[in-house]
């Protein structure tokens, strides 16, 4: 993606410098774009935990650099592995929600397993770390034409009329290392000529989409409105939604969905109104192992600070303010689960698939 003409990742390793990784600090966008160096596990953790970096995708790479640089860490003490594996602890406790995170940890592990040597650990862990990055990219890329073809399906029955796609959080560039994806075949489309136009939900309490989503479209000149969370249903009985897509976090394996808090509230209305709701995600981001989403996939609830304050410019400033008398209590529950029964479909990078088990195994038969 380009922000201000310049190709960006959101995570990459510092120039002449293997032992930085650098990320997009997204906690002061849109106001403000800053690069953050991180130079070990430690600060990586912090990273993902109070969310500089955030999204599905994005937290499976920087768990991914966060182990490399755990590598290049445990190499000065006199325990590797015992160094290694404290620093896995702390990168697998921060965010319990999102299946790539311990997915890419893993992945690490595993790989660095089969090196003998310390140098031979670190090259490999490199290696790895990179790889989980290139596929995030390559993987969203293939979403992006595969929900593209969805679009343009929409698009026949709208001649030269704007496709009305509605989102939810930010699943886009900033959540994965480039592309997005639900963002993805939204960019697709506008980038093949197909008029699009995006409802972009605000969705409180973090602001994700009004603050990132809406910035990054603004960035790739994709028309766009941003409105408050509560307004989706009535856009989508007054015929205003052509198509939901959102991202997810963790999806069953019976295409149960985790996604950010209020995803499920627009998929009931997508239902009540019949308008198609689709999830985008890369494989990395189904748990095999769950089959009731609701029951099992583990809900992290965030501190009540992000529901009573918020955040924003005041005077070229940013600014924190209450919006709550300060002796309410607030409860914060970050994502919620969409039954499979209200989801319409499954764009992966190896096609769209309904949301069950039977046709998410026949697209990933290995598995």
């Known amino acids: 993606m380009n922000v201000n003409s310049m190709p960006y990742r959101t995570i990459w390793l510092k120039e002449n410098d293997d032992a930085i990784v650098q990320i ?10 800053n690069i953050e160096d991180v130079a070990d596990a430690a600060t990586m953790s912090i990273a993902i935990e109070d969310m500089h970096v955030r999204g599905a995708g994005l937290i499976g790479a920087a768990a991914g650099f966060g182990m490399y640089l755990a590598c290049l860490e445990a190499s000065q003490t006199i325990d590797f592995q015992k160094s290694l594996k404290s620093s896995y602890e702390q990168l697998k406790s921060t965010r319990p929600t999102a299946v790539n995170l311990v997915w890419a940890l893993d992945r690490q592990m595993n790989a660095i397993e089969q090196a003998e040597s310390i140098e031979a650990k670190i090259r490999i862990s490199l290696e790895t770390a990179k790889a989980i990055a290139d596929e995030d990219v390559a993987f969203c ?64 309490p973090r602001n994700q989409g009004a603050r990132l989503t809406a910035w990054e479209l603004a960035q790739h000149g994709v028309p766009h409105t941003i409105i408050a969370d509560n307004v989706g249903g009535h856009l989508m009985q007054h015929a205003m939604v052509d198509l939901v897509i959102t991202g997810t976090d963790r999806t069953a394996v019976s295409g149960d969905v985790a996604n950010k808090i209020g995803t499920y509230l627009k998929a009931l209305a997508a ?97």
């Open 24 to 33: 997009i600090d997204q906690r002061n966008l849109p106001h403000e774009f």
């Open 141 to 204: 890329q293939r979403i992006g034409l595969h929900g593209l073809e969805i679009i343009r399906e929409i698009s026949k029955a709208k001649p030269g009329q704007p496709i009305n796609i509605l989102t939810h959080c930010n699943a886009g560039w900033l959540a994965f290392v480039d592309h997005g994806s639900a963002t993805a075949p939204i960019y697709a489309a506008h980038d093949s000529g197909i008029p699009v136009h995006v409802y972009v939900d605000e969705t409180r």
């Open 271 to 367: 239902q009540d109104n019949d308008v198609p709701f689709y999830v985008a995600l890369p494989s990395s981001t189904f748990d095999w192992e769950i089959r009731d989403g609701v029951a099992e996939i583990p809900i992290e609830q965030r501190g009540d600070e992000e529901v009573k304050y918020a955040q924003g410019l005041c005077d070229n400033k940013l600014t924190r303010v209450l919006l709550t008398p300060p002796e309410s209590p607030a409860s914060n529950f970050a994502f919620d689960v969409t039954p499979a029964r209200l989801v319409t479909g499954l764009i992966t990078e190896r096609g769209t698939c309904a949301a069950n088990e039977i046709a998410i195994r026949q697209l990933f038969p290995e598995k």
